[in-house]
């Protein structure tokens, strides 16, 4: 995937995490594309580890996996900001 595909994909990811644990959290689009993208490299890398496959590409398992990662990365922030 290009650039532009796994900056989409961060947005959406990212966006779908906060919808998921809604907050107040600052830092707008840019913080939940951030968040989206680093979530995506550490669900993936957690899912390689526990020997779940690798993961790439626009698919449903690439999809909840990044959103896991999200997840995690999202809350970590929370704990951290507060």
């Known amino acids: 995937m290009g650039i532009?595909?796994?900056i989409l994909f961060g947005?959406?990811?990212g966006a779908?995490?906060?919808w998921i644990m809604p907050g107040d959290d600052p830092g707008g689009i840019v913080v939940t594309m951030l968040i989206?993208?680093?979530g995506a490299f550490v669900g993936?890398?957690?899912a390689s580890f526990l020997g779940l496959g690798t993961?790439?590409?626009?698919n449903v398992g690439s999809m909840v996996v990044a959103i896991g990662g999200a997840l995690i990365l999202l809350w970590g922030y929370?704990?951290?900001r507060t």
Do not use: E, P, Q
Request: glycine share 18%; charged share 15%; proline share 0%.
């Open 4 to 6: 532009l595909s796994w």
């Open 11 to 13: 947005l959406i990811v």
């Open 44 to 46: 993936g890398s957690i």
């Open 36 to 38: 989206g993208i680093a």
């Open 78 to 80: 929370r704990k951290l």
């Open 55 to 58: 993961f790439g590409g626009f």
């Open 16 to 18: 779908l995490a906060k």
